[in-house]
């Protein structure tokens, strides 16, 4: 899903791409396939591992495509990688969706009700679009109402919000799902999928991961050489 924010291939500019340089999602071509981040993001991954975002809204009809992919790729990638996800605030401050997202990451719920929340939305047609709808969501999942209100309007929860469209700016993202390997190089399954056009549909997936899993390479190395 496209978000109405500036081009990624803006964000590129001023990267010189040869002229007879060839996509290959083994060997991401850069301005390409992913971009390098103007400012390196401060990262939280423990020591040895490179941290994976995931920056994804729960609407996103291609983030759920994704999920079970994505959480096999996880699990196969084991100790190399933190993943974590953001949620981007489609509607600002004060998006719902994103606040739900939030506040359970704040209860250490979020992994817990990931599944279930996209099945609402995708499977089950729920659409969790206000607060209400947030609060009789989790109450129906065995969460207590007051304690999830607690967090949900807390002042760290709400700074939180407030910092959220900053920092998406920050990571200048602008399609769902998109990855932001070791808060330095940004890429997306549709910045691969236009990169390789002869590219199958159904391979869009496994050739994300290739990439993502290049970066992760290009990212130790990196590290190695300090």
């Known amino acids: 899903m496209q978000l109405k924010r500036r081009s990624v291939l803006g964000l590129a500019a001023g990267m010189l791409v040869a002229p007879w340089s060839v996509a290959s999602p083994a060997k991401p071509l850069a301005g390409v396939e992913y971009i390098q981040l103007p ?9 040895g591992k490179i941290e994976v975002i995931e920056f994804f809204m729960y609407h996103c009809p291609a983030c759920n495509a994704l999920e079970a992919d994505l959480m096999a790729w996880v699990k ?3 100790d190399k990688i933190d993943f974590r996800r953001f949620h981007l605030p489609y509607h ?7 606040h739900l997202f939030v506040t359970l990451e704040a209860m250490g719920l979020d992994k817990k009700l990931h599944q279930k929340i996209l099945d609402a939305w995708h499977v089950e047609r729920k659409r969790l679009r206000t607060d209400d709808d947030n609060v009789a969501f989790v109450v129906a999942n065995g969460i207590d109402r007051q304690k999830f209100l607690d967090v949900y309007n807390s002042f760290s929860v709400q700074a939180t919000m407030r910092r959220l469209p900053r920092t998406l700016d920050q990571y200048a993202v602008q399609y769902t799902p998109s990855f932001v ?3 330095r190089f940004l890429t997306s399954p549709t910045m ?6 002869n590219l199958a549909k159904d391979d869009v ?7 993502m899993e290049a970066l992760i390479d290009l990212a130790i190395r990196s590290k190695k050489a300090g």
């Open 181 to 183: 390997i070791d808060g």
């Open 192 to 197: 691969i999928a236009d990169a390789n056009l």
């Open 205 to 211: 997936h496994a050739a994300s991961f290739t990439a």
């Open 39 to 47: 400012a390196p993001m401060p990262v939280r991954a423990a020591a």
């Open 92 to 98: 600002g401050v004060t998006d719902p969706e994103a």
């Open 76 to 78: 196969k990638m084991g």
